[in-house]
């Protein structure tokens, strides 16, 4: 293993303490809670927002903190959900008053952890309310898994829930709105090579040289089907397939083609352009796009692809200022 | 049974989690995302780094869970956290604590983690070794068996049942994305299960099976 790390034990602190350090006008860091909060805290009367899992998809969710997304983020250990007192925290930090909605992926860990934490602060007279991300197609929903899990639609939530937040919706509203962006996204991924997670110090699966992984998570787990390499027109279309027989992909569309963290973006404009022309033969457009590295796993090689059908109010959210360290328009 | 029993329970969990963290993260690679030993090992570590002044097992367990709520993150944390602090509530809040009172403290942990985590035997996870340990305890006690011989056979059936997880199709966590692909393997949070069922049958001291010794202190 070759990494830019001093020790596996600190990998999550020493980024953390960078990115303090890197953004001090933006971005407030607890080292000691491992909480990253609003410099100027949170904004009496509105609506806060919460997010938070393991760390490893950077930017996801810390990078994602500021002006029309989070409130705060808080960051687990790799691939590892953050506890209960974390997240009681973020929301202490991300609270003005209005209530708080916890973004969660929806993953065994998370899910449980978030719970807690929720019970506790309802306890300590804040409200909270919780949108549970699950995009993933590459899972089917039913009783033998746990559910489909949360990737890259977790932005679109962020962003979105974030901005309306900002226009001083209520809880119940914001929620109700994370929820519908949800339930419009939908996200498949694919692996060229897995990653490598610190403490463990070697890839977590092998790839052969001529195989790539279907239908990936974003926690460096195996996927659902390993099948041999192929030009990348055809991988896109597998992936584009899977989104369109599960949500019919039509009229404007948002879309992010996402680096899984050590894939050169040439190759994901590459996939976008790709992703661009399935879509017009499918009669939609990519009226919004995002591509780059927004919900990695690590090192690991690959892309997702992230689909949400657009409406004209999505569509202005999306649209709205927002101020991030990892994504910064129209402000 | 003790304080100091449940405090050399958890001392030992921790050794033996420690000896076997690369394995347990080994088998999480398989089928999950390689951080069941290294978060196991955290907890552990943190739950036996700063004992709490506990004078009954009701308090060695709940405060031992609280740690692991609090330290370990992932599934795996809230799960054990859940388990012990079930275990401790069940218990007689009195400075010793029968073998059927353990059993049945046992019998309320699985409940709380099959509750928590919605999984059921079969489902390949922690409760296929901790059920069966379980139910084993509660017979050797019905029996009349000596601690020694009533823990040996908890074990006994915890690690059967986390190697029986090895043909089946996991149904919960994170191994379920896998679907098919998740046979063939041992299920990580059974195989630490079996660890910690081991690590009470050695914080009972030596001993062989049906000696019949009375409560043993910790070794």
Known sequence: MKKLINDADAVVTDALAGLAVAHPRLLGVDLATRVVYRRQGATPGKVGLVSGGGSGHEPLHAGFVGYGMLGAACPGEIFTSPVPDQIIEATNRADGGAGVLHVVKNYTGDVLNFEMAAELCAEDGIEVATVLVNDDVAVKDSLYTAGRRGTGATVFVEKIAGALAEWGASLGEVARLAGQVNTRSRSFGVALAACTVPAAGKPTFDLGESEIELGIGIHGEPGRSRVPAAPMREVVRTAMDALHEDMPLSGEVLVMVNGMGGTPLIELYGVFGEVAEYLARKGATPERSLVGNYVTSLDMQGFSVTACLLTDDLKRLWDAPVETAALRWGR | ?219
Not at chain 2, 6 to 17: D, I, L, P
């Open chain 2, 1 to 219: 049974m003790d304080a100091r029993f449940f405090a050399a329970w958890m001392t030992e969990t921790a050794h033996a989690v420690a000896a076997a963290r690369d394995e347990l993260t080994r088998l999480d690679a398989a089928i999950g995302d390689a951080d069941h030993g290294t978060n196991l090992d955290r907890g552990f570590t943190a739950v036996t780094e700063s004992p709490p002044a506990a004078a009954t097992p009701r308090e060695v367990l709940t405060a031992a869970g609280t740690t692991l709520i609090r330290k370990v993150g992932g599934a795996s944390g809230p799960l054990y956290g859940t388990a012990l602090r079930r275990m401790g509530a069940a218990l007689p809040d009195t400075p010793e604590v029968s073998l059927a009172d353990l059993a049945e403290a046992l019998t309320a942990g699985v409940d709380g983690v099959r509750r928590l985590g919605g999984a059921a035997e079969g489902d390949k996870t922690m409760v296929d070794a901790l059920a069966p340990a379980a139910r084993a305890l509660t017979e050797a006690v019905r029996a009349g068996a000596s601690p020694e011989a009533a823990l040996d056979a908890a074990m006994s059936a915890a690690e059967a049942g986390a190697k029986a997880t090895v043909p089946l199709r996991a149904r919960k966590g994170r191994a379920s994305y896998l679907g098919e692909r998740s046979v063939g393997h041992m299920d990580p949070g059974a195989a630490s299960t079996s660890l910690l069922l081991a690590a009470l049958r050695a914080a009972c001291g030596p001993g062989s099976p049906g000696a019949g010794s009375g409560p043993a202190g910790p070794a």
